[in-house]
C-alpha cells in the first residue's frame, strides 16, 4: 500500500501524544484477512507443522501478532532478501532433522498429535503474513529470537510490550507532526495494544524453536561458546530500551546480510553475535584477543567471502564478562515500582544440560567438595567404580539431617562414569568439570552435618573408623603394615622397636605382630619388593607359628614379650625393657612407637584413596558404612532422578536448566518426599500411581525453577508443558498391555502452545454421552470366533484444554506481570469417526483394580478353533460396547493401541460410576487361547 494521508485518522489522532487514542480503532483494519505465500525456503516447514500450529500460524492468533508486529515496524529494518533465504534453508533443515526422530509415526494417532512435533508456529506466521522477499514480518521473529536467546521469559515479553507502546507514541507523534505514513502502520499503531499474553506466546514459540534448533545445532554451537570465552562484547550502550533495541536489530540484520552474501565485516560490539547465535548461521570467524584464533565454521548457507572479524575487547575478559552482555532498564517487568535494571548475558557455558552432562557437572562440584585434584582422577574413578559395586550402607548411628533415602550405591556409579569419561577425554570434559567447580551451592558444605562436610566420603577415611571396617584382623594387619612402610623411617629413634597390638576374633583377646619384615627388623633396613616378606605375629607371651594361608614365618629369635600398660606397651627382652607408645590404628588394631618424653610426637598419618581403593580390590572392605553428607547425599539423588525420569525421557538431550546449579539438590522438596514413593506392585491390576507424583516434581524441579512437593500434584497429572518438549506419562502413549513402569514418562518433542511452565491434569468426573435412542437397531450380538480383528479403526482420542488455570507459587516472582509457572486442567475425548463418544480420566480409571493383564497362560492341547462351551459375545463398534452390561465379551481392536486405550479407560470409568457391571477388564497380548479363559465370568477381553 501506498504512503498517503487519512484525514480521519489523522483527526483522531491529532491529540496524541502518550499513544494513539482508543478512538482511532475505528477505521479498523482485520489483520486476519490477508495471508501470503511463504518464500519457497519456508515451504517444508508448513508442510512438517501440526494442523493445529498451521492453523494458529495462518489464521490465528500468531497470524494476527505477526501482521500488527510486521505493520507496526515496518520501514526500520533494511531489506534482508539473502538473509531471509538463508534462514529459511536453515529453519527447513532443521526441521526436517528434528522431525525425523522416529517420534512422528507414534503420535500421529495419539491424543497429543496436534501438539507434536516442531514448534516453528512463529516462523510460519511470519512467513505467510507479510511480503517476505526482504523481510517483512521475519525480521520480526529474527528479532523475537534475538530477545529470547539472551533475556528470560519475562523479561523479553516486557520489551516486547514496552517496544510495541512506544512504537504507538512514535508513529502518533509523527501523525501530530502531519508526517505521512503507510496505512496498514497507522491501522496498526491506531489499534488498541497486542494483548501481553499474545506477545507472551509469541516469545514462547520463538524460544520452543530456538531450543530445538540448539539440540541440532550442538557442534556449532559449542564453537560458538568457546569463542565467547575469548571475548567480551556488549550488545549496546544506548540509554533507552527502545533505541537500544531497535539499534542492536537493525545491526544484527545488516552484518548478517551482509555475511551470507559473502562480505566480510569486522565488529565491535555483539549485536551481530547474538543474531547468529540466534539464527544458526554460522560465518568463518577471526578472532582477536589474548590471541589471535581464526575458526572455520565451514556453513555452506553462508557464501565465500563472509568472514566476521570480531574486534579486541578493552581488557581481559574475566569469567563474569566473558561473552555477550546486554544491559536494559525494564520499565513493563513489574506492576508497581520503578524501572528495574536487568542484564542479559550469552556465556560460554551451555543454557541447558543433558543428564549425562549434570552428572560430569556434579564431579567438578564433589571433587572441589572433596579437594580431589586433577592428578587424583583415575584413581578416584577407580575407588568410586569399587564402591558402588559394594555393599555400601548409611551408618546406623547417624542422624540423616537432609531426611531423605537416595540409592548411593548407584549415585557413586553415575560419578564412577563420569571420572572414566573425565579420564578417557580430559579436554572434552574439562568445561562441564569445570563448570560444577564454579557452582559451589549445588552441593552445599554441609557445616552442620557431625561428619567432616569436606573429606572425600565423610567419616569413611577416619582411621578408626576405616580400621574396625576391615575384614577381620589379618585385613587390619596388613593395612597397618602398609600405612607403617609409607610413613615410617628406618632411621627415626621410634622405629627401632614399633609393634603391632590387635584384637584377635576370639573374644577381644590381645595378639601381637611385626610392623616390618623379619629380616629387616634384623638389618635394621626396609625390605624391598624383591625380598620374602618374612613376619612375625605371636599371642602373648609366646610367639606361633600362623596357618600358611596368611603368608608369615615366625622366628626362632624372637624372644620380646609386650605387656599392655594403660596408653602404653611395655617391650621386654631379658632385663631390657622399652616403653613404647600408641601412634596411629584403632581400639582394634594399633602400631605402637618407642616413647621419647623429650622429643615431639611423631605426626599420624592420613588414609587417602590409594588405601581405600587397595582394600576395595583386595576384599578386605566386605561392607562400608558411609554418613550422611551432601556430597555423597547429591550423588544418591541423581541416581533416583536417573531411575524415577530420565532412563525413560533422555540422558544425552539437553533438557536441564542451568539454574538447577545454583540451588542445592538435597533441599529440593521431592528429595524430602523421596522415601514416601516406593513402588510396589500388587499381585493384579496396575500400580498405584504415587510416581507419577513423584517423577512430575523431578521433571518439574530439572527444567524450570518450580520446586514442588510430590503430595501437592494431582495423582491424575496429564503432563508437562515446557519449551519444545512434552513430558507425559507413558501409560497415555501405549498400548495398556505394555509393561510400563508406573512412574515412566516420555518426552514428546512439541508443547501446548502456552508460554513457561505449564502443569496439565484431568478433570474429574468426565462428561460420557449418553446412548443413542435408535442404537439397539444396529446392534449386532454374534459369537466370538477367536480370530484377530480391529473393528475400532475409527476411534480417536484428542486432548482439549477447559478455561481453567492457576499460578504456582514461584520464588521471587513477587510483582512480576507474567506468571511462568501454571496448572492447567484438561480432558481427553473419545470420538468414532468423529462422533463424540465420552470424555474420560485415563489414568484415575486405569488404576483401577478391575484392569489387568491376562495372565500369562500355561501350555496346553487346545486347537486353535476349539468350540467354545461359554460363548464369547463379540464387540465390534461403541454402540455394542455400552449395551454390554453382563457376560463376557471380546473387544476386537487388535493391534490398535489407541483404541484398546480407549476401551479400557471408557470401560473402566464406567463400572466406577455404575453403568457397567464387570468384574474384570482383562487386556490381551497377540496370542490367546480362548479355551482356557472359560473359567472367566463377567468380564470383557479387549483383543
Request: hydrophobic share 40%; net charge neutral; aromatic share 8%.
Amino acid at each position: 500500500m501506498g504512503d498517503f494521508q487519512i484525514g480521519r485518522l489523522q483527526a483522531a489522532l491529532a491529540n496524541a501524544t502518550n499513544e494513539v487514542t482508543v478512538a482511532a480503532a475505528n477505521i479498523n483494519f482485520d489483520f486476519c484477512l490477508v495471508k501470503y505465500d511463504a518464500p519457497k525456503e519456508y515451504h517444508p516447514i508448513g508442510a512438517l507443522l501440526s494442523m493445529r500450529r498451521k492453523e494458529d500460524a495462518e489464521s490465528g492468533k500468531s497470524h494476527v501478532t505477526a501482521r500488527r508486529l510486521a505493520a507496526l515496524f515496518q520501514n526500520i529494518c533494511p531489506d534482508t532478501p539473502n538473509l531471509i533465504a538463508a534462514y529459511g534453508q536453515r529453519v527447513s533443515e532443521i526441521s526436517k532433522a528434528a522431525t525425523n526422530d522416529g517420534q512422528a509415526s507414534h503420535f500421529a494417532n495419539s491424543m497429543f498429535s496436534q501438539f507434536a512435533g516442531i514448534d516453528a508456529t512463529s516462523i510460519w506466521a511470519a512467513a505467510t503474513s507479510s511480503d517476505t522477499a526482504a523481510g517483512g514480518a521475519l525480521h520480526v521473529h529474527l528479532l523475537a529470537s534475538m530477545l529470547a536467546k539472551m533475556w528470560t521469559p519475562p523479561e523479553a515479553v516486557s520489551i516486547w510490550d514496552e517496544l510495541v507502546k512506544e512504537r504507538r507514541r512514535v508513529v502518533a507523534d509523527q501523525l501530530e507532526r502531519g508526517e505521512s505514513l503507510p496505512f496498514s502502520l497507522a491501522t496498526a499503531a491506531a489499534q488498541q495494544d497486542i494483548p501481553r499474553a499474545q506477545l507472551a506466546e509469541w516469545d514462547a514459540s520463538a524460544r520452543a524453536w530456538l531450543q530445538t534448533a540448539d539440540s541440532h545445532m550442538t557442534k556449532q554451537q559449542t564453537q560458538l561458546r568457546l569463542i565467547l570465552r575469548n571475548i567480551e562484547m556488549p550488545v549496546d550502550r544506548t540509554a533507552t530500551l527502545y533505541s537500544s533495541v531497535l539499534e542492536a536489530w537493525v545491526t544484527a540484520l545488516t552484518v548478517m546480510e551482509r555475511l551470507v552474501s559473502g562480505i566480510p565485516q569486522e565488529v565491535q560490539n555483539g549485536a551481530a553475535l547474538l543474531g547468529l547465535a540466534a539464527w544458526h548461521l554460522y560465518p568463518d570467524m577471526h578472532v582477536f584477543g589474548m590471541r589471535n584464533t581464526e575458526v572455520k565454521m565451514q556453513d555452506s548457507l553462508v557464501k565465500p567471502g563472509g568472514v566476521l572479524t570480531l574486534g579486541c575487547s578493552q581488557g581481559s575478559p574475566t569469567a563474569s564478562t566473558a561473552g555477550i552482555t546486554w544491559s536494559l532498564s525494564l520499565s513493563h517487568l513489574k506492576f508497581y515500582g520503578r524501572p528495574v535494571e536487568r542484564g542479559g548475558f550469552i556465556h560460554s557455558d551451555p543454557t541447558h544440560l543433558s543428564f549425562r552432562e549434570l552428572v560430569q557437572v556434579t564431579l567438578g562440584c564433589v571433587a572441589t567438595r572433596w579437594r580431589i585434584s586433577i592428578a587424583q582422577m583415575p584413581v578416584f574413578a577407580a575407588v568410586l567404580s569399587a564402591m558402588a559395586r559394594t555393599d555400601l550402607q548409611y551408618r546406623s548411628d547417624e542422624v540423616n539431617y537432609y531426611k531423605i533415602k537416595p540409592d548411593l550405591a548407584a549415585g557413586l556409579g553415575l560419578l564412577a562414569e563420569a571420572a572414566e569419561a573425565y579420564n578417557r577425554d580430559p579436554e572434552v570434559m574439562a568445561p562441564l568439570f569445570n563448570l560444577g567447580v564454579n557452582r559451589p551451592k549445588f552441593i552445599p558444605p554441609g557445616s552442620d552435618l557431625k561428619s567432616g562436610a569436606f573429606e572425600p566420603f565423610p567419616g569413611l577415611l577416619h582411621p578408626s573408623e576405616f580400621i574396625n571396617l576391615l575384614k577381620g584382623p589379618n585385613a587390619r594387619v596388613l593395612f597397618l603394615r602398609r600405612i607403617a612402610c609409607r610413613h615410617l623411617d628406618a632411621k627415626q629413634p621410634e622405629f627401632a622397636d614399633c609393634i603391632i597390638r590387635y584384637d584377635t576374633p576370639e573374644g577381644g583377646k590381645s595378639a601381637w605382630a611385626s610392623v616390618l619384615p623379619a629380616k629387616a627388623l634384623r638389618r635394621g633396613t626396609r625390605s624391598t619388593q624383591n625380598e620374602p616378606q618374612d613376619h612375625l605375629r605371636w599371642d602373648d607371651p609366646e610367639p606361633t607359628k600362623l596357618p600358611s594361608e596368611h603368608h608369615y614365618m615366625t622366628a626362632a629369635d624372637a624372644r620380646a614379650r609386650f605387656l599392655e600398660d594403660g596408653p602404653f606397651v611395655v617391650r621386654t627382652e631379658g632385663k631390657k625393657r622399652v616403653r613404647l607408645v600408641a601412634w596411629f590404628g584403632s581400639p582394634q588394631a594399633f602400631i605402637f612407637v618407642k616413647h621419647f618424653p623429650a622429643r615431639p610426637a611423631l605426626s599420624v598419618p592420613n588414609i587417602d584413596l590409594e588405601d581405600l581403593l587397595w582394600a576395595l580390590e583386595a576384599g578386605h572392605l566386605p561392607e562400608m558404612r558411609m554418613r550422611w553428607g551432601p556430597g555423597v547425599c547429591t550423588a544418591g539423588l541423581l541416581a533416583a532422578a536417573h531411575q524415577v525420569v530420565f532412563k525413560h525421557v533422555s540422558t544425552s538431550s539437553p533438557l536441564i536448566q542451568l539454574q538447577t546449579l545454583l540451588r542445592p539438590l538435597v533441599a529440593a522438596k521431592w528429595a524430602n518426599d523421596l522415601g514416601a514413593f516406593e513402588t510396589k506392585k500388587p499381585d493384579r491390576g496396575y500400580m498405584e500411581s504415587p510416581g507419577l507424583r513423584l517423577a512430575t516434581s523431578i521433571i518439574s524441579y530439572f527444567i524450570s525453577d518450580c520446586d514442588i512437593y510430590p503430595v501437592d500434584i494431582p495423582l491424575n497429572v496429564c503432563g508437562v508443558s515446557m519449551g519444545d518438549s512434552l513430558y507425559i506419562p507413558a501409560k497415555l502413549t501405549n498400548d495398556p498391555f505394555d509393561e510400563q513402569a508406573s512412574d515412566a514418562f516420555v518426552r514428546v518433542l512439541g508443547n501446548i502452545g502456552r508460554p513457561g511452565f505449564v502443569m496439565f491434569s484431568s478433570v474429574c468426573g468426565p462428561v460420557m454421552s449418553n446412548p443413542s435412542e435408535t442404537s439397539w437397531r444396529v446392534l449386532n450380538k454374534k459369537g466370538f470366533d477367536g480370530r484377530p480383528e480391529n473393528t475400532f479403526r475409527t476411534t480417536s482420542m484428542h486432548l482439549s484444554f477447559t478455561d481453567w488455570e492457576r499460578p504456582i507459587s514461584e520464588p521471587g516472582a513477587d510483582g512480576i506481570k507474567d506468571a511462568q509457572l501454571l496448572r492447567m486442567e484438561s480432558f481427553i475425548s473419545i470420538r468414532d469417526a468423529g462422533r463424540w463418544v465420552g470424555d474420560v480420566d485415563i489414568l484415575t480409571a486405569l488404576r483401577d483394580e478391575r484392569v489387568c493383564r491376562l495372565p500369562p497362560q500355561n501350555a496346553c492341547t487346545h486347537g486353535k478353533i476349539e468350540r467354545l462351551e461359554n460363548v464369547l459375545v463379540s464387540v465390534e463398534s461403541w454402540d455394542e460396547l455400552r449395551d454390554s452390561h453382563s457376560g463376557n465379551v471380546v473387544v476386537r481392536a487388535f493391534g490398535n493401541w489407541v483404541a484398546r486405550l480407549a476401551v479400557a479407560a471408557f470401560l473402566s470409568q464406567g463400572v466406577l460410576r455404575g453403568d457397567f457391571q464387570i468384574q474384570h477388564i482383562i487386556i490381551c497380548p497377540d496370542q490367546v487361547c480362548w479355551k482356557c479363559t472359560e473359567s472367566f465370568q463377567a468380564c470383557v477381553f479387549i483383543y
